[in-house]
């Protein structure tokens, strides 16, 4: 009789940071009811992989699944892949980091389960050629990608009925290919539809492999997808026609594929990942044009069909280049590895460093797709919290006995330009002379907080999907989708909130801009530089004053000059210096702004507010206002602890307005509050040949 081999794999994952009432909603609505349901069914059998971020959270609170993972290892239901530990996005990290995070899940699913993990789930299926041999190296035997991979190898779908072996550097590895038309099927089709698939591959000699490889969150956490899998009954019936056509049907356990079947050969994959994130990574145009091309090509006839073989998205690595945001943390991951790297073995915190550097290298706010990944803040804080934890651990060690403040010029961000880190001791303060001079990272290292863990507003290629939606008015349909075509909203009028900054959000960016400028028109971006200083190159030199080391920063553009002198003491405390030059014969008279953006985690929350020289509460950090002749303004954060203050030499007008993005989730289209900005801005005149000062200071203190 004809048969085919069928092998599931689940993979089960929350980041670092994530709410503790999403870790509970999602084990309790996906990972425990499908532990229900499989138990049931004793002929069926898969392959596991469940994050180390989610089994922290488990074994503290909810060690009894633990143990029924264990039971289903005993009776050899479950095969548990390994995997990098804190699920990091392998390719980006250095080899020792990449050899660690497999190794402590190694360890972990030993002393577990009393068995060493075959295989190796890599975290969104990002392949590149060299993790052959970083995870050879380690152990594997085996790891799952796309079969876009082999696609875009010129595999066709009926050679992707098996698993191949690949190799580098004399190491060999074998490459299971998940089926992106099951990945659509399951759990959204009927379970009769995959049965039939499954038959097209039934050959005699039964030797045919198809691999369903996907989220857990799937069966139950997903939109809407609770009650499809469970109240009504999906994941039981999927279960129970696999029982029952179990004598044509071969459920596989990977290890098991691996040991029954033969490789259906060698193969060299491209660097890719599965398709859907091949799009994402792409830049707003050009993914647009490739989801239309893929959409267009998708349903047409055999041409078309083979046009889409070829059509091939987007590098992984580009998150860097689209979202600066995510280079940025992907910058101080690597200076902290390389730092906690050297740390001596036998140093009694080097552990701990290194597993808050390995927490911090969790994949989710380093890039972004359909659902909020690196959108959402408390992914990039929890992230950088360990980053900042791990590197004062480190510096402890490696920069004992030197004088405070400590200065360096490096290329931390690999663009080709120097910028300046300084390290006080209390704060970590990170300057990019490139690109307007401006303050891009400052670390409270006692909060273990990056107050500059901001995100610039953006236009996204889903962000026409919700302009046409709110022009369509379409009504709700009742049918089970799959998340990546779901369009709704979380609140109306999103679509007003579409507003677009040409430089990043930082702080210390500078602005000459016309007097008619209001904060209004400020924050909606609605608004014209006489002269754009925001991303110019500034010159840099260090100096040193008498109230402590200084450098000095300065741009000049046409006949407009800015030099911005920033000093440093060993502690929380900076002094800022303007000095605006005009070189021409005329008065300037513009609008000066600088403006200072913090992130804060919450825009509208009681704890979490301004206050000024004229009101100890001016309001939440989604105000937008503008306050008249301030000698001081600042804002709280109560939750981390943190007070940030700006004083004024004079009486100055300050403009304070939120960021906030309009980005997509699993639940819709929904606004985040990414930062809160404080602007003091002055109506100046400055004489032909003369100048115009001011002086800032910037202090952190505990809240």
Known sequence: MASVNFTIVLHNHQPVGNFEDVFARAYDDAYRPFLDVLERFPAVKIGLHVSGCLLDWIEANRPEYIERLREGVARDRIEMLGGGYYEPVMTILPERDRAAQVRMMRDYLRDRFGADPGGCWLAERVWEQGLTKSLADAGARYTLCDDAHFIHAGLREEDLTGYYTTEDEGRTLNIFPISEKLRYYIPFRDPEETLEYLGRFATEDGRNLLVYGDDGEKFGSWPETHKHVYTDG?????????????????????????????????????DCSYREMTGWALPPDAQAE???????????????????????????????????????????????????????????????????????????PYWHGVFGGLYLPHLRFAVYRCLIEAERIADEVLNSGDALPILRNEDYDFDGHDEIIVQTGALNCYLKPSQGGQMVELDVVEKGMNVLDTLSRRREAYHERLLRAA????????????????????????????????????SLVDHLLPRGVTVERFAGGEYDEI???????????????????????????????????????????IIIDYRLLNHSDREMTPRFGVEFNFSMLAGHAHDRYYFTSADDNAGELATLAEHGQLDYAGLVDEWVGIRARLSFDRPTDVWTCPVETVSTSEDGFERIYQSSCIMPVWDITVPPGGDWRTRIIKDISPA
């Open 471 to 506: 022009r369509e008015h379409p009504e709700p349909g009742g049918q089970v989708k799959s998340i990546h075509h779901i369009v709704k909203t979380k609140e109306q009028g999103l679509e007003k909130l579409l507003h677009y900054d040409r430089y990043q959000r930082k």
């Open 290 to 364: 490739f989801e239309a091309l893929h959409e267009r090509f998708r349903n047409e006839d055999e041409q078309g069909r083979t046009i889409l073989r070829f059509l091939k998205g987007g590098f992984w690595r580009n998150f860097r280049v689209k979202y600066p945001e995510a280079n940025q943390l992907y910058a101080k991951m690597m200076r902290v590895s390389a730092k906690v790297a050297s740390l001596p073995e036998d140093s009694p915190d080097a552990a701990r460093a290194r597993r808050e550097l390995y927490r911090g290298q969790c994949n989710c």
């Open 234 to 270: 999906w994941l039981e019936r999927f279960f129970k026609v696999l029982t029952d056509n179990a004598h044509w049907v071969k459920i596989l356990k990977p290890s098991e594929a691996q040991a029954q079947l033969p490789p259906r050969g060698r193969v060299f994959l491209p």
């Open 531 to 573: 002269t754009d200083f925001t991303s110019r190159p500034y010159s840099a030199r260090v100096e040193e004053r008498e109230e402590g080391r200084a450098v000095v920063m300065s741009a000049r553009v046409g006949s407009a000059q800015i030099e911005k002198t920033l000093t440093f003491t060993a502690n929380a405390h």
